[in-house]
């Protein structure tokens, strides 16, 4: 349908094994994660409350599950299309949360697996923020991960206005 691109502005990350949150907790091997205990750099796509893809990016060795959830995206290119794909008229709104972020984008189950390196859903290097941008805060929607639902592994720009509602927000500049 086009293209459409955005700036990564909150993540969460999901450390395998260990952490209580993840999919692969005590290196549970099923086939929605098994691509999670491939190498780095490939989509791990999942469907939340039977109707919102998740975008997450598989980050470390083979062998070891861990990855990021992509959460919020400040939409930068291809607005219309998100638009009209999400029926949303607000762009900070757009890509505000990781189901909205995958239906403005485009990213079904279809994308599960695809190396981010490649020519259909990619990744490219962009500015990075000020670390004094960089907010942590703990994960959200998580409760029952007992403890691992406080870790402070939520990465947000703060201030930004597309980053996902949340009590745990930093006031905005």
């Known amino acids: 349908e086009g293209t459409t691109i955005g700036k990564i502005v909150e993540v969460e990350a999901y450390m395998g094994a260990s952490d209580a949150a993840s999919h692969a907790y005590r290196n ?31 980050t ?3 062998g070891v599950p861990q990855v990021v959830l992509i959460r919020a995206l400040d939409p ?46 990619c990744l490219v290097e962009g500015e990075p923020p000020e670390d ?12 029952y991960a007992g403890e691992a639902m406080n870790y402070p592994w939520r990465y947000i720009i703060s201030g930004n206005q597309c980053v996902s509602k949340s009590k745990l927000n930093p006031p905005s500049k």
């Open 28 to 58: 549970k091997r099923t086939p929605r994660t098994e691509i999670q205990f491939g190498p780095g750099g490939f989509a791990y796509i999942y469907l939340i409350y039977g109707m919102y893809y998740c975008l997450n990016v598989v």
């Open 60 to 62: 470390n060795k083979i």
């Open 76 to 121: 930068t290119e291809g607005i219309a299309l998100m638009k009209k794909r999400s029926a949303c008229d607000v762009r900070q709104n757009l890509c505000n949360g990781p189901g909205k972020l995958c239906r403005a984008m485009g990213i079904t189950k279809r994308h599960y697996g695809m190396d981010l390196c490649g020519e259909e859903l």
């Open 132 to 143: 004094t941008h960089i907010t942590t805060t703990p994960r959200i929607n998580i409760d």
